[in-house]
């Protein structure tokens, strides 16, 4: 099914996260960045960038460190001309928060909104109505919170009765709701964020912007859901994109 965002007016840019080293994995990626494991003859990277297509989304940065010069030459191709792929690569690691702002502060182009996603971890959920969040005009950004069975190898999201973010707890056994990973800001919130170069999305960025008074909800999904960290996971991705075919 082709889920299209409705609020066609609104510009939104997705900054795909892909800079990291991918330590648990590396011995078995040793030549390529994590997000460029093969899976089903195309990186798991552009498994992402084809579903947030499927969502609406044209514009695309990629946040680039560990061996950038392969997702750059990949991307920088034929094959994608009916999107804008724009890579920025982090010459140190920044962490997640700062790795987007540096493609953003990079790209310089004007959006309305930002989607911020990982680019080793995929959830084929109907972000139409995440997006509607911003529609609030006092909502400043949105994390999608993902309900899992077992939520053990994830940290969980504290949230009011009216989903309002409260915080990020730690690690537990059993279901719970998880960072999914997946975030959407207005433009105008960026300039509230830390000045720090380096910073984390989980343990910078949110925290700060909620001493600052900003309002965070967290939109809840249940939806297939998979993370390609640890060497257990990466061997299930073809079986997780062949199941969700109709995804594409």
Request: one cysteine or more; charged letters at 20%; aromatic letters at 14%.
């Amino acid at each position: 099914m082709n889920n299209k965002f409705v609020n066609q007016e609104k510009k939104i840019t997705a900054v795909i996260l892909a800079g990291g080293f991918g330590t648990r994995v590396k011995h078995l990626l040793p030549d390529i960045p994590k997000p460029m494991a093969k899976v089903l003859d195309k990186p798991f990277l552009e498994w992402i960038i084809r579903y947030l297509h499927q969502q609406n989304i044209n514009n695309f940065l990629l946040s680039t460190g560990y061996l950038s010069t392969i997702i750059k030459n990949y991307f920088n191709t034929s094959l994608f001309d009916n999107l804008s792929i724009k890579c920025y690569e982090e010459l140190e690691p920044l962490g997640t928060g700062g790795g987007f702002i540096n493609a953003v502060k990079q790209d310089k182009s004007y959006t309305d909104y930002w989607l911020v996603v990982n680019g080793d971890s995929l959830i084929f959920s109907n972000l139409k109505p995440f997006f509607e969040c911003l529609n609030d005009d006092t909502v400043e950004g949105v994390i999608l919170g993902l309900t899992v069975e077992d939520a053990s190898r994830y940290g969980s999201l504290k949230f009011d009765d009216d989903y309002n973010l409260i915080s990020f707890a730690e690690k537990k056994d059993g279901k719970g709701i998880i960072n999914g990973g997946i975030y959407l800001f207005k433009n105008d919130v960026l300039a509230k964020f830390p000045q720090n170069n380096k910073l984390s999305f989980e343990y910078d960025i949110f925290p700060y912007l909620l001493s600052q008074g900003c309002k965070i909800k967290v939109h809840i999904t249940s939806a297939p859901f998979l993370d390609i960290g640890t060497p257990e996971t990466l061997i299930q991705a073809e079986k997780f994109i062949a199941e969700n075919w109709q995804s594409f």
